[in-house]
């Protein structure tokens, strides 16, 4: 694909055929079906990260959610983000997800996997193992627990950028970091070729309109936004994707809101987004996280278990929860 993307896709040789980093698994561009540029201007669902009665991880269930979404038409997958519970898995955990994933893709689409954790060692820790398990890229936020200022986050990201040779996606979610990444910290950032660009959670469109701002100086640098309620608004104003948890569920839907914005067909892109609203009251019952892997399991992928201390959604819950896919039409007749 030609455009802004090809600029962050010369780097790709360079750490592909790396030997500086053992485990590395050696892929060569051609193989692979996708680009840089394509990937990240589609929907890159968040991940939940399936695991079985025994907390382990079900990497059957990972392999069906993963052929669920690619027949869908994403562009690319997420894991161990917030929908993955990244922050509370183990290491080993987070490592099965990974590899599951990896494999599950079979480079049809890339695998970005999360390392939010909120100290800078673990982070870069959590990098390399990715690395190992052949993601395809990282994505690193703010460190958190402790107040950070913009230099700290920066040096943050830089290490996680020095402890692997796969580009990072950012990730502003000051939600769960309590910190913003503001546009002059990713505008930094962004001057690394590898930092390929942000995804933005905040709900704070003034924020995201900050990320378009950076964009403008560094045109290859995508711009994806995370909050359902502002995808249409975020990709009619000039975004590059979405990266919405709601496309566990409903990949077609998603996919099918970013196709009418690239054709500026602001109409579709209304009634998608009422569509979308409606889809999102799955995430009134109960926590929204064990809501949304219900919501998956009741499409039969997986248990719905969340990663403790959460509880798995009760029957009123679930009940609930059938009720909102079927009047979306994804479940059949008779399904509780």
């Not at 382990?56 to 392999?63: L, P, Q, R, S």
């Not at 100290?119 to 950070?148: L, M, N």
Request: proline fraction near 6%.
């Amino acid at each position: 694909m030609a455009g802004s993307g090809d600029v962050r896709e010369s780097m790709r040789p360079a750490w592909e055929l790396s030997t500086a980093f053992s485990g590395l698994t050696m892929r060569s561009v051609t193989d692979r079906s996708w680009s840089w540029a394509q990937a990240l201007s589609g929907v890159v669902p968040p991940l939940v990260s399936p695991l079985d009665d025994a907390g382990g991880v079900d990497v059957a269930a990972v392999a069906q959610l993963v052929d669920h979404v690619v027949s869908g038409g994403v562009s690319g997958l997420f894991v161990l983000g917030g929908c993955g519970e990244g922050a509370w898995l183990t290491a080993p955990q987070r490592s099965a997800v990974v590899r599951a994933a990896v494999r599950a893709a079979a480079d049809r689409v890339p695998v970005l996997a999360g390392v939010m954790l909120p100290g800078t060692a673990a982070a870069a820790e959590a990098a390399r193992q990715a690395t190992d398990d052949g993601a395809d890229a990282v994505v690193a936020g703010s460190p958190y627990y402790f107040e950070v200022d913009g230099a700290a986050q920066r040096r943050h990201v830089e290490a996680v950028l020095a402890a692997t040779p796969l580009p990072a996606l950012l990730y502003n979610i000051p939600q769960c970091t309590h910190h913003v990444l503001a546009a002059e910290t990713v505008a930094t950032l962004a001057r690394d070729r590898r930092v390929l660009g942000i995804k933005d959670s905040a709900g704070d469109f003034a924020v995201f309109l900050g990320y378009l701002g950076v964009r403008r100086a560094q045109p290859a640098f995508r711009v994806l936004q995370g909050n359902e309620h502002l995808a249409a608004a975020s990709l009619l104003q000039g975004g590059d994707g979405l990266v919405p948890g709601l496309a566990n569920v409903a990949p077609a839907l998603l996919v099918a809101l970013r196709e009418a914005a690239a054709k500026g067909d602001a109409a579709a892109c209304a009634r998608l987004q009422v569509a979308l609203e409606d889809l999102a009251t799955l995430h009134e019952q109960g926590h929204w996280l064990p809501a949304l892997k219900a919501a998956v399991a009741a499409l039969g992928i997986g248990t719905g278990r969340p990663a403790p201390p959460l509880a798995p959604a009760g029957e009123t819950e679930r009940r609930a929860i059938a009720a909102v896919l079927r009047r979306h039409g994804l479940l059949g007749d008779g399904t509780v």
